[in-house]
């Protein structure tokens, strides 16, 4: 029915139901994130994230982690696009979601509507299949998505509109006498195809400088400090561009390419480690 509506109409309509997801900033979960301590953890659950898994058949696993606090709300939405093939699949076969509490409850996202959302920012309307909302646990909640056909699906975490930090590794959540914006503590993961260590220090300038390499890419872009180093060999543009930008500010060479482009400023963010401190 929705879809038969005139594109303004829809659009007009979707605004009104849902203006508050608007902001959600994106992570798109790897194909190395199969489990949650090898998926990317946000640092603070109340924080607004949307989390795109895509799987191109049954059977795949993709999954992450958040931590919340005592006292905060617990708050989690699955999305699908409003478009093939997601919104022609049944419930049954859309990926499954399961999270599991501090203290090991499951809870199983399950799908009881499909309300219409128009995301402004990407100009995508998305459905809402299942909203959670619950006072939180203290510590580290798991994601596990399980796949059971060719399909793409977001879940939006927190609703706090304030920049978020992502790591990933093995993680310790951040003690209380950390100042919030540099890192959370980081091991070197043991399991973790991915392992990446980030320090309680400042992202300084000297700090980028010694990540100057494939193995360890830091770069600066607009007064901000990213690990690009998953992305060189994802890039569509090619390996060498972004290991051009590793261990100096790479502002000016990125604006030359992709300034105002939606898609390489989306990607970027995935990667943001913290602000430059000068
Ligand atoms: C961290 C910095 C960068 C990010 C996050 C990034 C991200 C992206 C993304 C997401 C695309 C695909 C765009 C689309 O499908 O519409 C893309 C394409 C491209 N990028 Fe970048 N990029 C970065 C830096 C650069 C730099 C520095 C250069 C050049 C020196 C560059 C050159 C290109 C080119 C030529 C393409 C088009 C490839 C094609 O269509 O075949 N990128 N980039």
Redesign the pocket.
Same mark, same amino acid.
């Given at each position: 029915m929705y879809r038969r509506l005139t594109p303004l109409i829809a659009i007009a309509l979707a605004i009104s139901l849902a203006p508050a997801a608007s902001a959600h900033q994106p992570v798109v979960l790897l194909d190395t994130d199969t489990t949650p301590s090898a998926g990317p953890l946000l640092v603070d659950g109340t924080i607004s994230f949307a989390i795109r898994a895509s799987f191109t058949k049954s059977g795949q696993k993709k999954a992450f982690r958040a931590a919340l606090k005592e006292g905060d709300i617990f708050s989690v939405q699955y999305l699908i696009v409003d478009k093939k093939p997601e919104s022609g699949l049944k419930n049954s076969l859309l990926p499954q979601l399961v999270i599991t509490s501090p203290t090991g409850k499951k809870i199983t996202v399950v799908m009881k509507e499909r309300t219409p959302f128009f995301e402004s920012f990407t100009r995508t309307t998305y459905l809402y299949l299942s909203r959670v909302s619950q006072p939180a646990e203290a510590g580290i909640y798991s994601f596990v998505i399980t796949s059971r056909a060719r399909a793409a699906i977001t879940v939006a975490v927190g609703d706090r509109e304030v920049q978020g930090e992502v790591v990933r590794g093995a993680v310790q959540a951040p003690t209380p006498t950390v100042k919030p914006t540099p890192a959370a503590t980081q091991e070197p993961a043991k399991a973790s195809p991915t392992p990446e260590v980030t320090t309680q220090s400042a992202y300084t300038m000297a700090k980028v400088k010694e990540n100057n390499s494939a193995a360890s890419c830091w770069?600066v872009?607009s007064g901000n400090v990213?690990n !690009?180093t998953q992305?060189i060999n994802q %890039? =569509?543009?090619?390996p060498s561009?972004?290991a051009? !930008?590793c261990g100096v500010d790479?502002t000016a060479?990125?604006n030359?390419? %992709?300034r105002g482009?939606g898609? =390489?400023?989306?990607? !970027?963010s995935d990667?943001l480690l913290g602000a430059l401190v000068k």
């Open positions: 770069s872009i990213y !690009l992305w %890039h =569509p543009g090619g561009a972004i051009s !930008l790479g060479s990125f030359a390419q %992709h482009e898609k =390489p400023t989306q990607r !970027l990667y």
